[in-house]
């Protein structure tokens, strides 16, 4: 067996209500006065209402709501901002991925002082930072338990990583009720982007273990029998619960292994456009499986043969109906075919040069297990158009 | 047994290493266009080397520290540093459990890998012509 490393600090408490417990858990922690992080359309929502009225009661919390859909410094800056004006020194994050990474960016900044891009990099924060609580409201990203937060910087067009272990959260609350009202397109779109965590950690280069692999291969199991499910009834709590947790085994795997190429021409799009992450993933997975394909053929019939797409023992043909099925899904979650329906503009070749050399540096690339040269990536973005 | 026993001996295998990839007709024109600036904080022995590519017209590489602050830092072992160039650090697995540490731009540095590849074949004559131990 290779040598591997699994880092998954972040206390998972899953169950139909647990919401309602976060202030007693962050108070716990030793924080007196919580910053709650999330966005506009959630506050809006009654159960929200109703649970942030609920902590309320027993705890001293500023709100700040304006994390926009694709998290950016500017929003960072802004709850940084308020946070060290009400001295707050504990961090509830409430939402999606943009919400949670936001979250976790401001946390460096209370915590270390400075401006975010003082920060940005892998593992070079110096100590723990103020205690901290995530609680989904997508099952997607798997933010509340993975090291790393990605933030767009507006002015550059492009996503800045943020990676450390103290930047998991010390709780996560998976509570499938707030999940109930995502609609439906979110829902899928999320969903794949949880997809794209499973396929794309089984078949990393030099990183996957057992562990990251029976995380990816169940969650992905999970996702495929119930991501539907979720989509056509969003009362559906069996579903919903089955993808909330899926996505967080997701992010528990690709936390300790990485993802691959799909992510990195993903974030490319998403830093120049403002695409949705999820749905950019759900465009981009095929190609990048296709891509893959002669690296990882026994891997996907692998894969295949798990989940009982194939019973094939000609890996070519289970690894095919892998890819096949993945594209039959991406078809009934009614997402986006290709980039244009993002919607991603014609592309001139600046736009696709500076596009190539976002995507072939960005640190998921490392992770692939096929290098890809700048003529290779042009050709997937081609394909996906 | 440490590469290095000595900053001195680090320093002076880092410095004809980055004196050769300066010369070398592939990777020099490639790390100026870069424009890159980029620092290596050594722990084990403790040093410090920095590349200023920024005017693209001259690579500057500074041994030791220096007020300059480079748009990306990279940290690691001094052990690691000499694996790294003798090819034998699975990099993905570093990155993800800590041993190479990055602050600024990770993709800046990311994206010079495949530019400085071919020094891992010019680093052991180099390593064994400064450091008279037999340990590659």
């Known amino acids: ?385 | 047994m440490a590469a290095f026993k000595t900053t001195e001996e680090l320093n002076q295998v880092m410095l004809a290493l980055w004196d050769a990839i300066k010369a070398d007709k592939g990777m020099g024109p490639q790390l100026l266009q870069s424009r890159i600036s980029i620092s290596f904080y050594y722990r084990e022995p403790e040093s410090r080397l920095t590349i200023d590519c920024r005017d693209g017209q001259q690579m500057i590489v500074i041994v030791g520290d220096t007020t300059f602050k480079p748009v990306v830092e990279m940290y690691m072992k001094g052990d690691l540093a000499h694996d790294f160039w003798l090819g034998k650090v699975n990099i993905p697995l570093a990155l993800i459990s800590g041993k190479i540490a990055a602050k600024g731009p990770v993709n800046k540095a990311l994206a010079l890998l495949p530019v400085i590849k071919p020094a891992f074949g010019l680093y052991p004559s180099i390593y064994q012509s400064k450091i008279f131990r037999n340990t590659i």
């Open chain 1, 1 to 385: 067996m290779d040598p591997f490393v699994f880092h998954s600090p972040t206390k998972i408490t899953f169950g139909q209500g647990v919401a309602a417990t976060a202030s007693e858990l962050i108070k716990e922690l030793g924080s007196q006065r919580i910053i709650l992080i999330t966005d506009k359309q959630l506050l809006k929502t009654d159960l929200v209402d109703s649970l942030i009225t609920g902590w309320q009661a027993g705890s001293d919390i500023v709100i700040f709501s304006e994390v926009l859909p694709d998290a950016n410094l500017t929003g960072v800056d802004q709850a940084a901002r308020i946070a060290k004006q009400e001295k707050c020194d504990g961090i509830i994050a409430l939402g999606g991925g943009s919400v949670i990474d936001t979250a976790k960016v401001v946390n460096i900044i209370l915590t270390l002082g400075g401006n975010a891009l003082d920060h940005q990099g892998m593992h070079n924060l110096s100590s723990r930072l103020l205690p901290s609580l995530a609680i989904p409201t997508t099952a997607g990203t798997g933010a509340e338990v993975s090291l790393v937060a990605m933030v767009r910087d507006d002015k550059e067009g492009k996503k800045l990583l943020f990676g450390s272990k103290f930047l998991a959260m010390d709780e996560a609350l998976l509570d499938p009720e707030l999940i109930i009202t995502l609609p439906p397109r979110l829902t899928a779109a999320t969903g794949m982007d949880a997809v794209t965590h499973c396929i794309e950690a089984l078949v990393v280069e030099g990183t996957s273990s057992p562990l990251t692999n029976t995380l990816a291969l169940s969650a992905l199991n999970m996702l495929l029998k119930f991501l539907l499910k979720a989509k056509k009834d969003g009362n559906d709590i069996e579903a919903r619960s089955q993808t909330l947790v899926a996505s967080t085994m997701a992010g528990m795997s690709f936390s300790s292994c990485g993802v691959g190429i799909v992510h990195a021409l993903s974030h490319a799009i998403g830093g120049q456009f403002g695409t949705h992450h999820g749905m950019t993933n759900a465009v981009l997975l095929p190609h990048g499986m296709r891509f893959n394909l002669s690296f990882a053929t026994n891997r996907y019939a692998e894969i295949a043969r798990y989940l009982q797409l194939s019973n094939s023992d000609k890996d070519e043909v289970a690894a095919k109906i892998l890819i096949e099925s993945i594209e039959n899904l991406i078809n009934s979650l009614g997402l986006p075919q290709n980039l244009r329906g993002l919607p991603v503009p014609d592309l001139k070749p600046e736009q696709l040069r500076g596009l190539v050399d976002l995507a072939s540096s960005d640190p998921a690339m490392i992770f692939n297990t096929r290098q890809a040269s700048p003529q290779d990536i042009i050709e997937i973005y081609r394909n996906a158009y």
